[in-house]
């Protein structure tokens, strides 16, 4: 782990951003050694990986668990009861179904929605004019709070490009009203917070790589 650049990027945050500490892949206690120092929000991108270590660490109340996976609609309830925030939601069929289902089990979840700012076809999400588009509709839907957008850049690309999709997704959810986006990772974090970021999803910087 390397706690040291977490607290090092955690010292230059602005007020209004927030860090993510994307847990996949790694173990229960290195969360709650994280979570040990004021740490509280994980991010977790496979259901059943991320409920085993909800279990373990069910005592730490303080934990926030956020959905930051590709969102299988058969685990979407499974999804709802367990996770406060969703970022991953990447078309209007499972936004619809997430309001559903929270209607269902009387939840509520924060929801960034996914958007597709770039070609990379090995990302999804929202197209910016669709979700325009359907806008009116999508804010009609029940027990669902949405605070944001979130996106993923393509890997390999240069500051200035990562900047620019940033700054595309900042003004998508500026012209929404919607205070968070989600973006940042361990390689690209600097350029995310320069473009208005709320949330750095941040895994390796912190963790390590995986074994
Ligand atoms: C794994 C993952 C991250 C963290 O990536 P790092 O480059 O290790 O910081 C962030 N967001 C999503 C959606 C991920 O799947």
Redesign the pocket.
Known sequence: MYLSNYLKIKSKLPSNVKILA?S?GFKSQEIKTIQNIGQNDF?E?KFQEAFEKQLILKDLQQIKWHF??RIQSNKIRKIVQNFKYI??VDSLEKLQKISHVSYEEKKNPLIMLQVKLSDDPNKGGFNPELLKLKWGEIQELKNITLTGLMT?NPKGLSPKENSKLFKKCRSLADSLQLPDCSMG???DWQEAIDAGSTWL?????IFGAKS
Do not use: D, P
């Open positions: 994307v996949k991010g991108s930051i996976g970022h991953s993923i990772m361990s390689g999803r941040l895994g390796s910087l």
